[in-house]
C-alpha cells in the first residue's frame, strides 16, 4: 500500500485535548482484509459459494464467528458456524507472512508511543490478534487489547471502544478512535469518541 499525499499523522496532531489512541486492527493497523476474504471464499469453494468485496467490507469489524453466521445465511452454506469460522482460521494462519502494518498508521503509533496510551479494540479473537500484533512487531505499542473474547456485544455497539476508555481511565469524547469499517465507525461515534476513517489515507 502506498501513502495517499495527505498525512495521517498531521490529521491527528491538528486534533486537541487527546489522552488516548484507539485502534482498530484488520484493515486499520494491518493489511489484513485481502488474507482474509480470500480464506473466506477458499473456505467456502466446495459449495460453489462466492461473494464480493463489497460484501465483506460491509461486515468488517464483526466477529470471525458472527461472520460465519452471516454468510452461511446470506449464501446457503450447508455448514455449522464453527467447521467454517475453523476452516477459515487455519488458512489465514497460513498466510501470516503475508501481512503488513500500513505505513500512515506506522508513522502515528511510533510518534505516540509512551506518549499517550494506546489500545487496539479488534472484533479479531485474542489469539488471532495475538498472533497478527507480535508477528508484524507492534504488539509492544499497546497498552490494552480489547478483543470479541472481552465483550459481549460487538461492534456496531461501543462496548469494545469504551472497555478501553475505562480501563486508561478517559472519558470517552478525549478518545481518538482509528476505523476502517463502518460498524468501527459507527460504534465510535455511539461511544462519543472522535474517530477517523483511515480508508482515505491509504491507496
Known amino acids: 500500500m502506498k501513502l495517499n499525499n495527505s498525512s495521517l499523522l498531521g490529521t491527528v496532531l491538528d486534533k486537541t485535548e487527546i489522552e488516548a489512541l484507539i485502534f482498530d ?3 486499520t493497523l494491518v493489511d489484513t482484509l485481502p488474507v482474509h476474504y480470500a480464506a473466506w471464499l477458499k473456505a467456502c469453494s466446495e459449495h460453489n459459494v462466492h461473494f464480493s468485496m463489497e460484501y465483506f467490507i460491509k461486515l468488517t469489524g464483526r466477529p470471525a464467528l458472527e461472520l460465519s453466521k452471516d454468510i452461511i445465511r ?6 455449522e458456524p464453527m467447521e467454517l469460522w475453523e476452516k477459515k482460521e487455519a488458512l489465514v494462519k497460513g498466510q501470516f507472512n503475508r501481512m503488513e502494518v500500513f ?5 502515528v503509533i511510533s510518534h505516540f508511543h509512551k506518549k499517550v496510551p494506546m489500545a487496539v479494540g479488534t472484533g479479531a479473537t485474542k489469539a488471532m490478534a495475538t498472533d497478527i500484533l507480535e508477528l508484524t512487531k507492534i504488539d509492544h505499542y499497546f497498552d490494552y487489547i480489547v478483543t470479541s473474547d472481552d465483550v459481549q456485544n460487538y461492534k456496531p455497539h461501543p462496548e469494545t471502544f469504551l472497555k478501553s476508555a475505562d480501563f486508561f481511565g478517559v472519558d ?14 459507527d460504534a465510535a461515534k455511539e461511544a462519543g469518541m472522535m474517530v477517523i476513517d483511515v480508508k482515505p489515507f491509504y491507496s
Not at 74 to 79: A, I
Not at 103 to 107: D, H, R, T, V
Request: overall charge negative; aromatic content about 8%.
Open 74 to 79: 446470506d449464501f446457503n452454506v450447508p455448514m
Open 103 to 107: 505505513p500512515a498508521i506506522a508513522e
Open 172 to 185: 470517552p469524547s478525549k478518545c481518538l478512535v482509528f476505523e476502517d469499517g463502518q460498524l468501527g465507525i
Open 25 to 27: 486492527m484488520d484493515g
